[in-house]
């Protein structure tokens, strides 16, 4: 597999889902963002709390994870984190929920 980028766009990791791809999909944002909405197939494991529960995520060290948040800043900051922890396929999705809400899925609410 040839390197990875920082980031993904959000086109790319809706490819990924339809083709049923192998990868673990992050939502870094906080619970009260995740209970006004969320992405089907991501988990949530704010950025608040990753570094307490990095070991949550160690099953999917050799794994792509895509990492999402709300604009993509977030998720940016723990995907060059976890890249620092060996989690070499680590991505961001550029834009965030955000930028799936336009883009992607119009019934997601935007906040």
Not at 29 to 40: G, I, S
Not at 44 to 69: F, G, N, T
């Amino acid at each position: 597999m040839s390197e990875l980028g920082l980031e993904i766009s959000v086109a790319e990791t809706k490819q990924l889902l339809d083709e049923g791809a192998d990868f673990y999909f992050l939502d870094c944002r906080e619970q009260n963002e995740w209970d006004y909405v969320n992405l089907e197939g991501a988990e949530l494991i704010p950025m608040s709390e990753i570094q307490q529960r990095v070991a949550e995520l160690e099953p999917h060290k050799q794994r792509h994870v895509v990492i999402h948040c709300h604009h993509g800043g977030r998720s940016l900051q723990v995907a060059q984190w976890l890249r620092g922890q060996g989690f070499d396929q680590a991505q961001s999705m550029a834009g965030g929920i955000d930028v799936w809400s336009q883009e992607i899925d119009g019934s997601k609410l935007r906040y």
